[in-house]
């Protein structure tokens, strides 16, 4: 049963994409062979099914009981033979038409193993003409196959030579039967399908695995259910792997690859690849499936009790949570105990010492080094100094730092760490914004946007600032003055505390600075980090998009900053 489609379907999600479906083998045995009972027709009416068998009849009694139902998705099964070539074959038609083949049965073998003879003997062989996927999909002009599904009867390697073109152009996840001893003769085996599969860029996944007993032994064992013969085995290409080919790494293949895990059955997957299409494009709206994530987790009572705005699928990604009501999915501290209530908060130490706050980091504080300004022997008020990842900065320019933080938890670790400084816990949202010093250097990165109230914030720390002023924000596109509030998860460690922040654009915070100082600066460099753009000439951006700002009391003679607002950029 799908997790998350259902959620996708609701908000819209679903509508954006249009699924192709390609069964090669696809005779309809029972009501399991038909897709629209697999799940598949949640993405109705834009769906394509192709169904392909070698047997007219079966192809005709598909289509005539398509004809017969009400379906809303485009299905059609074409009676030809799919090899690795076009041209002439022997289809060897056996005792039960499933299991038919271009192979000839291995009827010696076949007669070890009970159950197999009566099927899979061969009845008789006729001459066919054959054909390859890529070469109908030329003629009929499709260019996308999105899930390949192919149960031949041993001949599943040929149908995939002869769909290199798609396959390497479009197919992200594929069913293959294979076979793991030589029920036909002269068959591929999985480790030939497997070596070609792995070659085009596949990885196994899983096995469904067909085993049986040898048929003169009246003794079964209560442990192994006899030798491993075939199976149906799943394959899914990666496409969130940094070394892949960028035609097929774009976000509306990677959210195809995430429904069709889904519909697999390999939810884990599903949640990996819509997290990572989140927080790489979120800004997006088409991408972002934050709620759709928090949603489809609430399913789960004993993800709720232990807070889902915790887990690692989630933290990352809180600041595309939009309207959903985080603190409904938190357990009545009625009917949690103590221990439970504290594995309910977000352990700010994971989220400030994940690998991507860490980089961010890293890029941040090595590019205002590089800005060359005298920073050394200052006082310094940090504002926003969460857990103290920037602190050390200023320290080992022998500043005398003054950290504030709003979160009590976070300054309890801040203090932890830096028990020789002086730490006070500030809210700049609060109206009491007394601090009775001034600071030769105000230093607030990653502030200002988790405020709903950014001047006021400004002229705090315009009033607190007796030199230099380093703003860091997230920020829009745009040339507008605009503030841009939205909504951002209070409990997570790294959000606002009452919830709701702001992404203004640059020139509103670039006119705010010019009210309470007479030099403002950007500088002509940016961060070696993604969310730090260079080309301000775009609308828009799929991922969150920061600028750097520098006001001071006196004139700057740097030639890494200029009194403007630059379109263009360098990367650091």
């Known amino acids: 049963m799908s997790v998350f489609l ?8 679903l509508d954006q994409i249009h699924m192709t479906v390609c069964n090669v083998g696809s005779r309809k045995l029972s009501s399991e062979d038909d897709y629209g009972s697999q799940g598949w027709e949640i993405f109705a009416p834009h769906l394509t099914i192709y169904g392909f068998d070698a047997d007219a009849d079966a192809c005709e009694a598909s289509n005539t009981d398509l004809e017969a139902q009400p379906i809303n998705w485009t299905e059609k099964h074409i009676p030809l033979a799919l090899a690795n070539s076009v041209g002439e074959s022997i289809l ?27 099927l899979v003997n061969l009845d008789f062989y006729v001459g066919i003409e054959t054909t390859t996927l890529d070469d109908f999909c030329q003629s009929e002009g499709i260019e996308e196959i999105d899930f390949l599904q192919i149960d031949v009867q041993g001949a599943e390697l040929q149908v995939l030579q002869g769909a290199s073109q798609i396959l390497g152009q479009s197919i992200l996840a594929m069913q293959a039967e294979v076979g793991f001893s030589h029920l036909y003769k002269n068959q591929p085996l999985f480790a030939d399908v497997d070596i070609y599969l792995r070659e085009q860029g596949f990885t196994l996944f899983d096995l469904d695995r ?3 007993f040898r048929s003169i032994s009246p003794i079964r064992s209560t442990v192994r259910e006899g030798q491993l013969l075939y199976g149906d085995a799943f394959y899914f290409r990666d496409l969130i792997d940094d070394n892949l080919e960028k035609n097929l790494k774009t976000p509306e293949k990677i959210l195809k690859l995430a429904c069709i895990a889904d519909i697999l059955n390999f939810p884990d997957y599903t949640l990996e690849l819509l ?10 709206p088409d991408y972002n499936f934050a709620n759709n994530i928090v949603e489809s987790l609430a399913q789960f009572p004993e993800l709720v009790n232990k807070g ?25 501290e009625a009917d949690i105990t103590t221990k439970d209530q504290q594995e309910l908060l977000i352990d700010p130490l994971k989220v400030f010492q994940s690998d991507g706050y860490l980089r961010h980091n890293q890029r941040r504080l090595e590019h205002l080094a590089s ?25 080992d320019r022998s500043c005398e730092v003054v950290a504030a933080e709003g979160r009590p938890q976070n300054v309890e670790i801040l203090r932890s760490r830096y028990p020789h400084i002086e730490t006070i816990q500030l809210d700049l949202e609060t109206a009491d914004l007394k601090i009775n010093q001034q600071f030769d250097i105000v230093y607030s990165y990653e502030l200002l946007y988790h405020l709903q109230t950014p001047a006021q914030a400004i002229e705090f720390m315009a009033r607190s600032c007796q030199k230099m002023l380093l703003l860091e924000t997230c920020v829009s596109f745009g040339e507008e003055e605009a ?89 650091h």
């Not at 997290?275 to 997006?284: K, Q, R």
């Not at 933290?315 to 959903?324: E, K, Q, V, W």
């Open 308 to 332: 889902i705005t915790s887990l690692p699928a989630v933290s990352r990604i809180l600041d595309y949570i939009d309207g959903y009501d985080i603190d409904s999915l938190i357990a009545s």
């Open 275 to 284: 997290e990572y299409l989140t927080f790489h494009y979120g800004s997006n």
């Open 483 to 571: 503030i841009n509030l939205c909504r951002e998860v209070a409990d997570n460690p790294s959000q606002a505390i009452s919830g709701k922040g702001c992404r203004p654009t640059r020139r509103w915070v670039y006119n705010q600075l010019k009210q309470y100082f007479e030099f403002v600066y950007m500088p002509i460099t940016q961060p070696n980090h993604e969310e730090f753009p260079i080309d301000w000439t775009l609308s828009s951006s799929e991922i969150l998009v920061r600028s750097v700002f520098i006001a001071s009391r006196q004139k700057l003679n740097n030639f890494l900053l200029v009194e403007d607002i630059p379109l263009k950029q360098q990367r």
């Open 371 to 395: 800005l060359g300004l005298d920073l050394v022997g200052k006082t310094v008020l940090e504002l926003g100094a969460g857990i103290g990842d920037h602190t050390s900065f200023f320290l």
């Open 92 to 118: 060897y038609v056996t005792k039960h038409p499933m299991c038919s083949s271009l192979y000839p049965p291995n009827e010696p073998y076949l007669e070890r193993f009970s159950g197999l003879p009566e």
């Open 6 to 13: 259902p959620s996708l379907k609701r908000s819209g999600h």
């Open 210 to 212: 067909a085993y049986r």
